[in-house]
């Protein structure tokens, strides 16, 4: 069974996305990339947004999303904001019939490295080894949101789900 698992790292002026095929035993790249979100008012950004989403699952048509988990911040209205871009993706992701999951970046950071500690270029580094591609200087949205893909395709493998 072949499964396509999309993974989106939320953010409020860039949100990560990559998508692959996963069939328990390796994951291919099908397409990752960043949306950059127009600077306009906050509700034109997450109308903006909610569009991408919903145009990406449109055109890749992912069964399972994997999402990065809400995480504490200092600033609290850069949480809100996140919060709220958060609410979008999810919204557009359940409209097109995503089956939704949550990871904490420390989840992704052990599942794609082994060490729930490791750097950003760390993951970026694995990530890139997994999928055989290089993303050069590509923002690390881009590597965190396939390294929550792959990290579901991790947790499935781990719980028998391609049978």
Request: aromatic share 8%.
């Given at each position: 069974?072949?499964?396509?698992?999309?993974?989106?790292?939320?953010?409020?002026?860039?949100?990560?996305?990559?998508?692959?095929?996963?069939?328990?035993?390796?994951?291919?790249?099908?397409?990752?990339?960043?949306?950059?979100?127009?600077?306009?008012?906050?509700?034109?950004?997450?109308?903006?947004?909610?569009?991408?989403?919903?145009?990406?699952?449109?055109?890749f048509q992912p069964q399972i999303a994997a999402v990065e988990d809400i995480f504490?911040?200092?600033?609290?209205?850069?949480?809100?904001?996140?919060?709220?871009a958060r609410g979008v993706i999810l919204l557009g992701l359940s409209?097109?019939?995503?089956?939704?999951?949550?990871?904490?970046?420390?989840?992704?950071?052990?599942?794609?490295?082994?060490?729930?500690?490791?750097?950003?270029?760390?993951?970026?580094?694995?990530?890139?080894?997994?999928?055989?591609?290089?993303?050069?200087?590509?923002?690390?949205?881009?590597?965190?949101?396939?390294?929550?893909?792959?990290?579901?395709?991790?947790?499935?493998?781990?719980?028998?789900?391609?049978?």
């Amino acid at each position: 069974m072949r499964l396509r698992i999309i993974g989106i790292d939320p953010g409020s002026k860039i949100t990560g996305y990559g998508i692959i095929d996963s069939n328990g035993q390796g994951v291919e790249l099908v397409e990752a990339g960043c949306i950059k979100l127009p600077q306009k008012p906050f509700v034109t950004r997450l109308k903006y947004l909610y569009q991408e989403i919903c145009e990406i699952c449109k055109s890749f048509q992912p069964q399972i999303a994997a999402v990065e988990d809400i995480f504490y911040a200092r600033n609290v209205r850069s949480a809100l904001q996140l919060g709220h871009a958060r609410g979008v993706i999810l919204l557009g992701l359940s409209i097109h019939q995503c089956e939704v999951h949550e990871y904490s970046a420390l989840q992704v950071k052990s599942a794609v490295t082994g060490y729930g500690r490791a750097e950003k270029s760390q993951v970026k580094k694995m990530v890139e080894m997994l999928v055989r591609t290089n993303f050069g200087d590509a923002q690390y949205d881009l590597s965190d949101a396939l390294g929550l893909a792959i990290t579901h395709a991790h947790m499935m493998t781990s719980r028998h789900v391609f049978k």
